[in-house]
């Protein structure tokens, strides 16, 4: 009698085709109607990917279907509206634009700064976007936090561990920030406002966390002071 082939046999068979036949350079997209994970073994590290050329906090809370992911990959055109930057901001989501440059190599050793956001205003994603593009994502990388104590938690973190040159926070209490970083004796913080100040502030005392205060400044001044700090 012949053997009767279950379901999930023909699956295994069916990917392990398909991963022989796959060329190995080929780019991962995004498909068209994204899998949820299965509530009995969620993804929170891994990276959901939103294709729609909208991004609204409704589509967010209807993608994400209530699992924790902590990253969000999306369309490089797509308008993302002021309540899904609410959105990922109030889940603590990390969100980049889904490139095929977006992956770095990671034979190639890279310099990486990381930017913190606390006063999420309109300058301040556009400056942060704008800046990530520019490399692909493979320099810079940005969260958004909830309050000060996240920020200066974060920030310290970052610099003592070595996973970054240097760090960028954006926040209205900027003052209060510098000091409760300067703590640590390898944090070297500043509260900057003028871009040209930055060059002699990473020689003569290693700057390596620049606060900002964003109210009332425009995407190009933001711009120019992420770019700025990111030289050398």
């Keep these: 009698m ?13 990917g392990e085709v398909m991963t022989r036949i796959r060329p190995t350079s080929q780019p991962v997209r995004a498909a068209l109607s994204p899998v949820r994970p299965s509530p009995l073994s969620p993804q ?9 050329r909208v991004v609204t906090a409704e589509l967010l809370a209807s993608r ?28 603590k989501i990390v969100w ?3 490139t095929a440059e977006a992956a770095p190599n990671p034979n190639k050793p890279i310099t990486r700064w990381k ?33 000060v104590d996240e920020a200066v938690s974060a920030a310290m973190s970052a ?31 500043a509260v900057v406002s003028d871009v040209q100040l ?11 966390l620049m606060v900002v205060r964003p109210s009332g ?3 190009f001044e933001l711009r120019n002071l992420l770019k700025e700090f990111g030289k050398g």
């Design 2 to 14: 012949a053997a009767v082939l279950d379901e999930k046999l023909v699956e295994k068979i069916v």
């Design 44 to 52: 929170p590290s891994a990276t959901f990917a939103v294709t729609d």
């Design 64 to 91: 994400l279907n209530g699992q924790k992911w902590t990253k969000v990959a999306i369309c490089p055109k797509a308008v993302i509206t002021p309540s899904a930057f609410d959105y990922l901001r109030t889940h």
């Design 96 to 98: 980049h634009r889904n």
């Design 115 to 147: 930017v913190l956001i606390v006063t999420a205003t309109p300058g301040v994603l556009q400056a942060v976007e704008h800046t990530e593009s520019q490399t692909f994502g493979k320099q810079w990388s940005h969260e958004l936090l909830g309050g």
């Design 159 to 189: 610099i003592n561990r070595g996973e970054v040159s240097g760090v960028s926070v954006f926040a209205d209490h900027a003052e209060l920030i510098a000091c409760r970083a300067n703590r640590s004796e390898r944090v070297h913080a």
């Design 198 to 208: 930055i060059p002699a502030l990473k020689q003569y005392m290693q700057l390596n």
């Design 217 to 219: 400044r425009s995407f």
